[in-house]
């Protein structure tokens, strides 16, 4: 049986367009999106467009996970305020009410969630009757934790990095740290994507945060003893493990 679709959580995207004037002149705008995330499998993620009271529309697109990390940056604080709260309601009325409740009853929220579910179970080839809608409707009231939103974005981060997505590799772990800006493992992988940028002073900055919320956080110290060794300059022949946590 298929595994079951992953509420991800709300991610943006960005569009630039010009538009033209008279005599050839013109103003750049930027077109922000704004989505809610579901991964299906391994090679597919289903995306809904929000609309402006950031409940999702009942359209949807397949992207591929290359296509995903390169074009959709986390907005995690988006999920917790509006589809976080709906998706604890929706699982307490699938567990009261069973696979028999009847979505259009439901609040806007709750119902356009539902709807999405509904989607992603088709898309996934996962039969919408029995336990399955609760399941997922479950797993996505964690989004209403930093902590479970901060592994999926922190994982999307090091996938990013390690293709030497940089720019974007940092965007995911900044958001990461919006969720807990304590995190001393979020610091030692910003900091791992700074050096790799050669931005080596703000790289030596977090993991100076990272060890003082954790003094016994070994990479960290030993990748502060690499940088004062090499003097604080990043080099091409670099040789510092390839560590992301």
């Known amino acids: 049986m298929p595994d079951l ?6 991610y943006q995207s960005q569009k630039r367009e010009k538009m033209g004037g008279k005599g ?4 750049d705008f930027t077109q922000r999106i704004d989505w809610l995330a579901l991964r299906l499998d391994a090679a597919r993620i289903l995306i809904f467009p929000l609309d402006d009271g950031h409940l999702p529309l009942p359209l949807q697109k397949i992207v ?7 074009h959709f940056v986390p907005a995690p604080l988006l999920f917790t305020e509006r589809l976080g709260p709906a998706a604890v309601v929706l699982a307490r009325l699938l567990r009261d009410v069973g696979p028999g409740l ?8 709750e119902r356009a969630l539902f709807v999405v579910v509904l989607a992603a179970l088709a898309a996934a080839g996962v039969p919408d009757t029995g336990s399955a809608p609760l399941k997922v409707v479950t797993a996505a009231g964690g989004g209403l934790s930093p902590d479970a939103q901060k592994l999926t974005i922190n ?4 996938s990013l990095r390690k293709r030497g997505e940089f720019e974007t590799a940092a965007t995911f ?3 990461a740290l919006e969720l807990a800006p304590d995190d001393e493992r979020i610091m030692f992988n910003l900091a ?3 050096y790799e940028k050669g931005d080596t002073p703000a790289c030596s900055l977090l993991l100076e ?15 502060l003893r690499y940088l004062k060794r090499r003097g604080g300059v990043a080099r091409d022949d670099d040789d510092f493990p390839d560590i992301t946590i």
């Open 5 to 10: 679709p992953e509420i991800l959580g709300c």
């Open 24 to 27: 050839g002149s013109g103003r």
């Open 64 to 70: 591929t996970p290359e296509e995903f990390l390169l």
């Open 102 to 109: 009847d979505h259009k009853t439901l609040p806007d929220a």
């Open 155 to 158: 994982a999307f981060g090091i």
């Open 173 to 175: 772990y900044r958001k």
């Open 192 to 194: 791992r994507v700074l």
């Open 209 to 223: 945060q990272a060890v003082a919320a954790d003094p016994d956080f070994t990479e960290a110290k030993s990748f």
